[in-house]
């Protein structure tokens, strides 16, 4: 399965829009966050996450990118991803130049997380999937891999103890727990070491617990 990356460039409606930052510049932070927003959200939304997941360090980076009409891709993402293209590559390769901005100022990619919520969450997923390599973290909020059901899973590279986490409700009205488990599965493949949490009738959301895992992810880097 093809990676995406700044040597791969896609152009499309999502590399038009802002990358909304906050905390440390890139070239003085230990550590960045690429924060990934949900349908209808924005930058500047997830990245208040972010900031609270941060607790106010002053040595980390907080990016986040921005969707064109704040959709990364049209369609659920279970539909076949001819669908939802040109949007799903194109937000691919707006977190791998988000990634990157962090990089390339300097922050190794062992101290870079991405952490997604809803569509952010799936988006930024398949990115790892994809792109695996040892990085700082993963925290897919209602979220999974992207494509139906029958998608081939052939990803490639070793996520090499890469920190992953998966929360989601058992019964979220847009997340089947069936795929959070494939997605799990896919991860430990790859050698992520893989924290699974599933939350009874949470529905689609963030709780308290989630951002406390989240927030020792962060620290952790």
Not at 113 to 141: D, K, P, W, Y
Not at 202 to 214: A, I, R
């Amino acid at each position: 399965m093809s990676s995406l990356g700044p040597d791969d460039p896609v152009d499309g409606p999502h590399q038009s829009q802002p990358l909304v930052t906050g905390g440390a510049d890139p070239a003085e932070a230990e550590a960045a966050v690429v924060a990934i927003h949900g349908r209808g959200a924005t930058a500047r939304s997830i990245l208040d996450l972010a900031r609270q997941v941060s607790q106010g360090r002053d040595d980390v980076a907080l990016l986040a990118p921005q969707a064109a009409r704040n959709t990364w891709y049209p369609n659920s993402f279970l539909e076949p991803t001819e669908s939802n293209q040109p949007g799903l590559d194109s937000g691919l390769q707006a977190i791998a130049d988000a990634i990157a901005t962090a990089t390339d100022a300097g922050v190794p990619p062992e101290k870079v997380m991405t952490v997604g919520f809803s569509q952010g969450a799936c988006i930024s997923s398949e990115f790892l999937a994809r792109n695996a390599q040892r990085r700082g973290g993963h925290a897919a909020l209602s979220g999974g891999v992207v494509g139906p059901d029958d998608t081939p899973r052939d990803y490639d590279g070793s996520l090499d103890g890469t920190p992953v986490f998966l929360g989601c409700s058992d019964r979220d009205p847009h997340i089947p727990l069936e795929r959070v488990h494939e997605t799990r599965e896919i991860f430990e493949g790859l050698g992520g070491e893989v924290d699974e949490r599933i939350y009874e009738a949470m529905g689609h959301g963030v709780n308290e617990e989630e951002l406390q895992v989240v927030s020792e992810m962060v620290a952790d880097l």
